[in-house]
């Protein structure tokens, strides 16, 4: 499994709301690409994700910005990489019906995908994008 550009730049997204921005003050788009040296466009297209997903909600008007939707602690990476990679699984036949012509039940591969995607799943489900901030070193909001 490798994890696109979307999801490393959902996870910077979301760590630098937990920073930056409360329900009080959001934060712009444009400050976190300056922050993070990345394109405000391609930014863009992951914060509607991320929106879509209930993870970021949007304030409107003047000082509008973005911020979390849930307190960073409650947020696990798991759900912000799942939110702008889709499912994760590191094979399809993990996650639903394929046709790759063997049997499921007789695959001889497919019991170490299942304990590597176990092990993947786990790992990222007991993250928080508060613990991120805390290994991190830095204050959240």
């Keep these: 499994m490798k994890i696109s550009t979307k999801g490393k730049y959902a996870l910077e997204i979301v760590a630098d709301l937990a920073i930056h921005s409360d329900s009080g003050h959001p934060e712009s788009l444009k400050n976190i690409a300056l922050r993070r040296g990345l394109s405000e466009k391609y930014l863009e297209r ?61 695959c001889p591969t497919q019991e170490m995908w299942r304990s590597m995607w176990e092990v993947i799943k786990q790992t990222s489900e007991s993250v928080t994008v508060g613990d991120i901030i805390k290994e991190a070193n830095v204050k959240i909001c």
């Design 46 to 106: 992951i914060i509607k994700t991320l929106k879509d997903s209930n993870i970021v909600r949007s304030v409107r008007g003047a000082r509008g910005g973005y911020c979390l939707a849930a307190p960073a602690e409650k947020l696990t990476a798991y759900e912000v990489l799942k939110a702008a990679e889709g499912e994760l699984a590191p094979v399809e036949c993990l996650t639903k019906d394929t046709d790759c012509g063997i049997e499921c039940g007789q």
